[in-house]
């Protein structure tokens, strides 16, 4: 997209249903965006490259740390829970924030779909079959109580060139969840700016009261670019 880079951070609600005028629902994600505050401007002649800084949700002195604590003082601003950056394209850009500045819902009014950035639930160490859906041994009489197991891997281990080593890449148990995650290009069904509130169309990443980073989406499929253009 040409437009401008614009984000706001928030913390999911939760799910719920909204009614068009037709009386047809659809289900929609509760967030709570904003207000936000710039506590960094990047540009090129300090930094390298040009980027933004805002942060979210106040927290208690105690519970933050001094470097962090002098840092959105200098903005300003109490101690904030969250910071993210946001890419810019060129100083100009940059030039439009300022240290301090306060950014609520109304900056993205314009937008009619949205990135959500979030971080998913975490889910523990699991097996293939929940990881990947291997649909597991067979469980026909005499096949020993491993039926959830991935199988033999031993045959993976001739990565010529390489060693006898498991190639990278091998699926296998592992840890599931808590990672990054971006669901792209989401309906705007309704703002908020009085509460705060934003209601996006369909499910966010992460659990209730999880932090999120809401932006201008990077790329939209030519229906929705004519209806974010008014067409």
Do not use: W
Request: include cysteine; charge should be positive; charged fraction near 25%.
């Amino acid at each position: 997209m040409t437009t401008a880079q614009i984000g706001i951070l928030g913390k999911k609600i939760g799910m719920t249903r909204f009614f068009k005028p037709d009386g047809t629902n659809i289900p929609v994600t509760v967030i709570q965006a904003g207000p936000c505050f710039v506590t960094q401007v990047k540009t090129t002649e300090t930094d390298g490259y040009a980027a933004v800084q805002i942060s979210f949700d106040e927290m208690k002195p105690r519970n933050s740390t001094q470097a962090m604590i002098g840092h959105d003082a200098k903005a300003g601003a109490a101690p904030q829970r969250m910071h993210r950056e946001i890419r810019l394209e060129n100083d100009a850009e940059a030039q439009a924030y300022t240290l301090g500045q306060e950014i609520t819902l109304e900056a993205l009014s314009a937008l009619k779909f949205v990135d959500v950035i979030g971080t998913s639930k975490g889910k523990g160490f699991q097996g293939v079959m929940k990881l990947y859906r291997f649909k597991g041994q067979i469980a026909s009489h005499g096949v020993e109580r491993k039926h959830r197991s991935p199988g033999s891997i031993g045959s993976h281990g001739t990565d010529r060139g390489h060693g006898a080593k498991i190639k990278k890449g091998k699926r296998m148990a592992r840890r599931m969840g808590d990672e990054q995650v971006t669901v792209r290009s989401l309906d705007v069904v309704k703002i908020d700016a009085a509460n705060n509130l934003m209601l996006v169309k369909g499910a966010v990443p992460g659990a209730n009261e999880g932090l999120l980073l809401i932006k201008t989406p990077n790329r939209l499929y030519k229906r929705k670019v004519r209806i974010q253009a008014g067409a």
